[in-house]
Nanobody, 122 residues
Framework: QAQLVESGGGLVQAGDSLGLSCAAS????????MGWFRQTPGKEREFVAV????????YYADSVKGRFNISRDNAKNTLYLQMNSLRPEGTAVYYC???????????????WGQGTQVTVSS
């Protein structure tokens, strides 16, 4: 069973950049597609980006395309999300998650981190 721990959240201003990391335990990290999601109070968890096992395919939500970049280092069991040109609507708790399939639906993810807060001030 994989354990995921996010880090890198914080308070930034609109237009700033911020990088998130997700450290995975266990030897199975490279077997999973990895995704980032975000959630604000009272709303459903929203898909942000996903990357396949080999880092050869990535998908992004339209709202972040061109500003966010997802990447992974299987040797370090770590997933990354580089967020540029942040907007106030990007304020949320960001979660990393692992899935056996390259999918956007949160219901298809097997393991989740505890989340890290990102706050973007205007």
């Amino acid at each position: 069973q994989a354990q995921l721990v996010e880090s890198g959240g914080g308070l930034v201003q609109a237009g700033d950049s911020l990088g998130l990391s997700c450290a995975a335990s266990g030897r199975t990290f490279s077997m999973y597609a990895m995704g980032w999601f975000r959630q604000t109070p009272g709303k459903e968890r929203e898909f942000v980006a996903v990357i396949n096992k080999f880092s050869s395919i990535t998908y992004y939500a339209d709202s972040v395309k061109g500003r966010f970049n997802i990447s992974r280092d299987n040797a370090k069991n770590t997933l990354y999300l580089q967020m540029n040109s942040l907007r106030p609507e990007g304020t949320a708790v960001y979660y990393c998650a692992a899935s056996r399939s390259l999918v956007r639906a949160s219901s298809e993810y097997d393991f989740w981190g505890q989340g890290t807060q990102v706050t973007v001030s205007s």
